[in-house]
T-cell receptor
Framework: RKEVEQDPGPFNVPEGATVAFNCTYS??????FFWYRQDCRKEPKLLMS???SGNEDGRFTAQLNRASQYISLLIRDSKLSDSATYLC????????????FGKGTRLHILP | EPEVTQTPSHQVTQMGQEVILRCVPI?????FYWYRQILGQKVEFLVS????????KSEIFDDQFSVERPDGSNFTLKIRSTKLEDSAMYFC????????????FGQGTRLTVV
């Protein structure tokens, strides 16, 4: 099983719709979780950290489910500018000093 | 807003040549990373660096690779003898408290080995 798995998509979603992605991780000791956004040929940009209690930032909501080992990202009222690849990132915890990325989920918002 | 800066933005080199990619992390960050992304593939961890030493490295980071913090601001990645398969985007990142907290990425250096 891969350390961090995401549905590659693409998700083609009409503008204004709500879209959700999941990301599963294999190591139960993982402690820190993040969503990044990556535009074509650009660097990953932090979208939000994912806390145990969930995290909301405007139209974006992230949730963590430790029991099932997945995190989710919900985008409400999607906009054309939300078109990008969304990367899930996980730190394995303990003394592990690296963040592992999933392959990303491509999102296309359609006008 | 503080940011990670990388130079050059694009480097073309001949196979077998040495390259040095440069990064200036965010000034109060203590943890530094290099990642690479081959076109169309995922962002892959190469190495993490803290307190002037490597704290973790991946299988990709073999003897051809080395990192250095030559002064108080720069963080470099050296590839001694480049191969065609080293062609990729190389991202530097830094964080405040290691991998428990968010890492912020530079804009990347596109390395093309010909």
């Amino acid at each position: 099983r891969k350390e961090v798995e995401q549905d590659p998509g693409p998700f083609n979603v009409p503008e204004g719709a709500t879209v959700a992605f999941n990301c599963t991780y294999s190591n139960s000791a993982s402690q820190s979780f993040f969503w990044y956004r990556q535009d074509c040929r650009k660097e990953p940009k932090l979208l939000m950290s994912v806390y145990s209690s969930g995290n909301e930032d405007g139209r974006f909501t992230a949730q963590l489910n430790r029991a099932s080992q997945y995190i989710s990202l919900l985008i409400r009222d999607s906009k054309l500018s939300d078109s990008a690849t969304y990367l899930c990132a996980v730190n394995r915890g303990n003394r592990d000093d690296k963040i592992i990325f999933g392959k990303g989920t491509r999102l296309h918002i359609l006008p | 807003e503080p940011e990670v800066t990388q130079t050059p933005s694009h480097q073309v080199t001949q196979m077998g040549q040495e390259v040095i990619l440069r990064c200036v992390p965010i000034s109060n960050h203590l943890y530094f990373y290099w990642y690479r992304q081959i076109l169309g593939q995922k962002v892959e961890f190469l190495v993490s660096f803290y307190n002037n030493e490597i704290s973790e490295k991946s299988e990709i980071f073999d003897d051809q690779f080395s990192v250095e913090r030559p002064d108080g601001s720069n963080f470099t990645l050296k590839i001694r003898s480049t191969k065609l398969e080293d062609s990729a985007m190389y991202f530097c990142a830094s964080s405040n408290q290691g991998a428990r907290t968010e890492a912020f990425f530079g804009q990347g250096t596109r390395l093309t080995v010909v």
